[in-house]
């Protein structure tokens, strides 16, 4: 039951911009995108969420497009540190009606 | 402040066992979710807890089931081990259920032989 889409792997060189795709056409209007990313080993680490307006933080920008059926996640500057796979989900923020699903993730690797 | 623990880290059993996992969430969080990681699945939502209520519960087999203490640590067990359930097991907290941040802790490799 899977409400996102996501290439299964890409490839960024070091110090470019890695830029993520990710598909939820069926998001509802009270639902937020939200990115995690893991690095091999780790727990899934929280990058930054967004409802309708592009949002920047010291890790990443997200961009969502203005019908909000699909999204960018942004890495300005990627380091071979930010080889890892990237989770793009939909939630929504409401108690009593949350449920959370993960899609198959983006394994991005950095190339020197 | 420290982060999310698991205890343990990793654990053998073998099929028709039942197994308990243990989840500390970051001091003042008082919401825990479970998932599970597998190669072929990705990761799954098990169940969330807040208050010691079960919130929000994913598509998995009564055998699996959690609970939460009221000093928000939280356990999940699974009964009559499958070689299937071999997964890694990963807790998050957030501050509450409406928390935008979860933090994951580091997870417990279960392995069913």
């Known amino acids: 039951d899977a409400k996102t889409t996501q290439p299964p792997s890409m490839d960024c060189a070091e110090g470019r911009a890695a830029n993520l795709p990710c598909n939820h056409s069926?998001?509802?209007?009270?639902?937020?995108v939200y990115w995690y990313r893991q690095i091999h080993s780790q727990g899934p680490q929280y990058i930054i969420h967004?409802?309708?307006n592009n949002e920047t933080n010291e890790m990443a920008s997200l961009i969502i497009t203005e019908d909000r059926k699909s999204s960018t996640l942004i890495l300005p500057h990627a380091t071979l540190r930010d080889t890892a796979v990237y989770y793009c989900i939909v939630r929504v923020s409401n108690f009593g009606n949350e449920k959370l699903t993960f899609g198959t993730g983006t394994r991005l690797t950095i190339i020197p | 402040k420290a982060g999310v623990t698991q205890t343990p880290r990793y654990l053998i059993k073998t099929r028709g066992q039942q197994v308990t996992l243990s989840c500390s969430p970051i001091?003042?969080?008082?919401?825990v979710s479970w998932y599970q990681q597998t190669p072929g699945q990705g990761l799954q939502f098990l169940f969330e807890?807040?208050?010691?209520?079960?919130?929000n519960k994913g598509n998995f087999p009564g055998r699996f089931s959690g609970r939460q203490f009221s000093n928000s640590r939280s356990e999940m067990n699974v009964s009559t081990l499958e070689l299937g359930d071999s997964a890694l097991y990963l807790c998050?907290?957030?501050?509450?259920?409406?928390?935008?941040?979860?933090?994951f802790g580091p997870g417990t490799r279960l392995t069913v032989l």
């Open positions: 807890y807040f208050s010691e209520t079960q919130r």
């Open positions: 998050a907290s957030s501050l509450d259920p409406d928390g935008n941040e979860q933090f």
């Open positions: 069926t998001i509802s209007g009270n639902e937020y």
């Open positions: 001091s003042g969080h008082r919401s």
């Open positions: 967004g409802l309708k």
